[in-house]
Structure formats: C-alpha cells, structure tokens
C-alpha cells in the first residue's frame, strides 16, 4: 500500500519556473532511486530526472541545465525545479520511486503517481 502523489502542475508561460514535489506515504521500509518521467499527447513517455537516496542526479539531455531534481529523505519527497520552460516541455509529469515495502522486503519495485500536468504556453 504504497502512494505517490505529485503536485505543482499548472500553466507557465515560456521562461518561467515551476516547481513540482512528489511525496511517497504508506508502507515503505527505504526508497532507492526516485526521479520523474514525463509524456506528451502523441509521444512516448521519456526520462526526465532522477535523483538515488545518496544524491547522486542523472538527467535527460533536453533538460540539463534547466531543471534540478532534489530530495527530502525524511519526508520521503522528491522534487523537480524547472526553469527556463519551454512549450517543448508541455507533457504531464509522473513521478516514479524505487521503494521496498515492509510488506515484502526482499526486493524493491516501481511505483508511479498518477501524474500532474505541465503547460507552457503565452
């Protein structure tokens, strides 16, 4: 019983900022990697950033240097810094989570939001 729940969606106009946060509630023993993806009406969905416990970050190409992706370990909270937007970055936004549950703590699994949605448009 695992949730993640994503907010700070909303319209930007071009060159503007947004900041979205993630938050996982439930029965979480520890959370590995957690990062977010992104997916455009007609398009596949695509890597954006992800950040492991240790605060390693990795992003994806088109948005390095623009968007920054953070942590709360002990509010089990991931954030996504986006400046700089772009109309190319429209897309809803899902936030993914390696976690492992008390439920069954052998081995870790994916878990998503249910996604929030991004616009950039003048």
């Known amino acids: 019983q695992v949730q993640l729940v994503e907010s700070g969606g909303g319209l930007v106009q071009p060159g503007g900022s947004l900041r979205l946060s993630c938050a996982a509630s439930?029965?979480?023993?520890?959370?590995?990697?957690m990062g977010w993806y992104r997916q455009a009406p007609g398009k596949q969905r695509e890597f954006v950033a992800a950040i492991t416990s240790g605060g390693s970050t990795n992003y994806a190409d088109s948005v390095k240097g623009r968007f920054t992706i953070s942590r709360d370990n002990a509010k089990n909270t991931v954030y996504l810094q986006m400046n700089s937007l772009k109309p190319e970055d429209t897309a809803v936004y899902y936030c993914?989570?390696?976690?492992?549950?008390?439920?069954?703590?052998?081995?870790?699994?994916?878990?998503w939001g249910k996604g929030t949605l991004v616009t950039v448009s003048s």
């Open positions: 993914n989570a390696e976690i492992v549950s008390t439920i069954v703590i052998a081995f870790s699994r994916d878990y």
């Open positions: 439930g029965s979480i023993d520890s959370i590995n990697v």
